[in-house]
């Protein structure tokens, strides 16, 4: 049973389309499109109308891919910026008029939960006791902890990501030292009063976790994280990213996702550990256990 996840962020809307295999999920085919919907928004959230026929022609176009490729079921989501947005309701009627599927506006609650199955279920080993996921958005962070048992016992939606950091803070390229220093103090505030149980194991999800793998490897520990910072902010963005093969658009927002997850470290208590999954395998996995449940698969 081949399913897919379109999901629309702050910064990208992405395709995953997969089936299920030993290990929980094969993947078929992603796809990445920089959307950058924060900044189509006035100031009360409104995305502006050429960005919304931007965003209807990408889920149109990755609706399209899936179904070349056999998906039964499409989930299509909007996180952040989109559920901000008051006119929200008019992207969702284009998407379902357009691409034929029907967008779901995840608040975040859901979007935590979602996250935190993506990633333990496609773990290889995933521990007995408390896990911790941090799901590294453009617009808001979520974190959860739960275990395996259990599911989700706590979580926290934190209204910032790597996207509105960066945005209010950075001009230059690369930043100057005093930009970098408020941006660092925002996101220290944006935690300070967080206090997750214990954990076990501290998972990092998100495009821009994944895209640490090629700086940091899979443990994102403050030594790997502060010698990150300090590479992405050395040069401008497009020679880091001909340095070290990755998007300049994600380079520009990589300053803004390390100083959320150092403070997500330090909440958890632990380094984090890049995981296989995320929101997409999770919302993927769901599907495939509802049609399970129907007994359609």
Avoid: Y
């Amino acid at each position: 049973m081949v399913c897919a996840c379109i999901d629309i962020g702050t910064n990208t809307t992405r395709l995953l389309v997969a089936e299920p295999d030993a290990r929980g999920l094969s993947e078929l085919l992603t796809q990445r499109v920089f959307t950058r919907v924060r900044r189509a928004q006035a100031p009360d959230g409104t995305i502006a109308p050429a960005k919304l026929l931007e965003l209807v022609d990408v889920v149109t176009a990755q609706a399209r891919a899936a179904r070349a490729l056999g998906a039964v079921r499409i989930v299509a989501v909007a996180t952040a910026a989109i559920r901000a947005a008051p006119n929200r309701g008019d992207l969702v009627t284009a998407v379902r008029r357009t691409a034929g599927v029907e967008l779901r506006i995840l608040e975040g609650r859901q979007e935590a939960r979602l996250a935190f199955e993506g990633a333990t279920r496609t773990l290889p080993d995933c521990p007995a006791g408390p896990v911790g996921v941090i799901d590294l958005g453009g617009g808001s962070t979520e974190l959860a902890v739960g275990t395996i048992a259990e599911g989700v016992r706590w979580w926290r939606s934190v209204p910032v990501g790597s996207g509105t950091l960066v945005d209010h803070h950075l001009r230059g390229d690369p930043p100057a030292p005093a930009e970098l220093a408020a941006l660092c103090e925002h996101a220290a505030g944006a935690f300070a009063d967080l206090a997750p149980p214990a954990v076990e194991l501290a998972l990092a999800v998100g495009g821009s976790a994944t895209s640490l793998h090629r700086l940091c490897g899979d443990r994102l520990d403050p030594a790997a994280l502060g010698a990150a910072m300090r590479t992405v902010t050395a040069a401008d963005c497009e020679r880091t990213a001909a340095e070290h093969g990755l998007a300049p658009e994600r380079v520009r927002l990589l300053p803004g996702a390390l100083a959320v997850l150092e403070q997500a470290a330090a909440a958890f208590g632990a380094p984090l550990k890049v995981a296989r999954g995320g929101l997409r395998e999770g919302i993927i996995l769901s599907a495939m256990d509802e049609r399970n449940a129907d007994g359609e698969g």
